[in-house]
């Protein structure tokens, strides 16, 4: 067999690995590279997910365990044209879920998906992107200091109306 063969077999060879690692059902090179592409961005996706999962219980432990030194956590990472947003607060009061909603339409943020627990305790993950009329506006500017900073005034502001009732 020849050099050229040889190699071309063994890049075939590795093709089908990969083809059947990331489970692509894609023929040519091209789209097997795309679906690992693909399935790479999904892992590290999930990573950060995990991560933060992990960060959340450390603080939910943390703060059990000191009270009275509680703050609010606010993690916020870049998904392709959205944000992965995480929000931990052993305090809740009233209107603060409508708050930060609030904040991420005032940055032109569409929220695609939540999952918010609001009773004593303040949780809320939501993963959101520009909206369609705001595409190309206000959320093209925006990055993840932005809507961390966002979250956490809408909270500060929160707690502010509390204290002066």
Do not use: W
Request: proline share 1%; net charge negative; with cysteine.
């Amino acid at each position: 067999m020849s050099r050229e063969r040889k190699k071309a077999a063994a890049l075939h060879e590795k093709m089908q690995i990969l083809r059947s690692i990331t489970h692509s059902h894609a023929l040519s090179s091209t789209s097997i590279i795309m679906d690992a592409s693909e399935y790479i961005k999904e892992l590290k996706q999930k990573v950060v997910r995990l991560n933060q999962e992990i960060a959340r219980e450390e603080a939910t432990t943390n703060s059990h365990n000191n009270k009275e030194n509680s703050f609010p956590t606010v993690s916020v990472e870049t998904l392709g044209h959205g944000f992965l947003v995480n929000v931990s607060s052993d305090k809740s009061c009233p209107g603060l879920l409508g708050s930060v909603l609030e904040a991420f339409e005032e940055l032109g943020l569409t929220v695609l998906q939540a999952t918010a627990s609001c009773a004593d305790t303040f949780r809320l993950e939501a993963m959101g992107g520009g909206g369609e009329v705001c595409m190309h506006s206000q959320a093209e500017n925006v990055d993840e200091h932005v809507v961390r900073r966002a979250v956490l005034q809408a909270m500060r502001n929160c707690g502010a109306e509390q204290d002066d009732q």
